[in-house]
């Protein structure tokens, strides 16, 4: 079975198609208007092999805000309905991802039950075009759409770039680990209750 989904979101302030590839190359096609939210959009694809195509047109007049979180939304809402019946995942993964000085701890649990703990501090208010203060809100709205637990934290670190680029690439080699078929129970929901979600 194909783990493939795409995803259209149309509102007074986004309009937003995204698809996912669980079982992809890494490929992407990123367009979000925002040039560093591509650029992570673009790491996070090639580091969980998860093929992501995302086209955004948001309502930049005004702020970020809206096709950052949107974004987040929708790119969720995909990975969860290509992730199926869940039946086989790994479900948990967790990753420390160094880049130069700065090193981040990253856990997740594919569940069903979305919870996000964030612990990042930046000390400048943008980079490029880009809100600092956005990328908590893209992670929170992606792992809330996609019913995930995910905790966040910066242990230490400088560049800002840095901090946000090991939090990207924390969660993609998570996602990696996470929604790998584990051959030894392939058919078998990873729960003693039987379902995820509840």
Request: contains cysteine.
């Amino acid at each position: 079975m194909e783990r493939k989904a795409t995803v259209t979101r149309d509102t007074s302030e986004t309009q937003i198609t995204v698809s996912v590839n669980l079982d992809g190359q890494g490929t992407y096609d990123v367009d979000t208007g925002i040039g560093f939210l591509d650029h992570m959009l673009e790491q996070l694809a090639r580091h969980s092999l998860i093929d992501i195509t995302a086209k955004v047109k948001g309502d930049l007049h005004i702020d970020g805000h809206h096709t950052t979180e949107d974004c987040g939304i929708a790119l969720g809402q995909a990975f969860l309905k290509a992730l199926g019946d869940k039946k086989g995942i790994m479900r948990y993964a967790d990753a420390l991802s160094p880049m130069d000085e700065t090193l981040t701890r990253v856990a997740i649990d594919i569940c069903g039950r979305p919870y996000f703990i964030w612990k990042v501090m930046f000390t400048v208010p943008k980079l490029g075009e880009m809100d600092t203060e956005l990328f908590r809100e893209w992670f929170q709205a992606f792992c809330t759409a996609a019913g995930m637990t995910l905790h966040m934290e910066n242990l230490y670190g400088v560049n800002n770039h840095h901090i946000v680029e090991s939090c990207f690439k924390g969660l993609a080699r998570c996602l990696r680990q996470a929604v790998s078929i584990d051959p030894r129970r392939a058919d078998a929901l990873p729960s003693t209750k039987g379902k995820l979600g509840d």
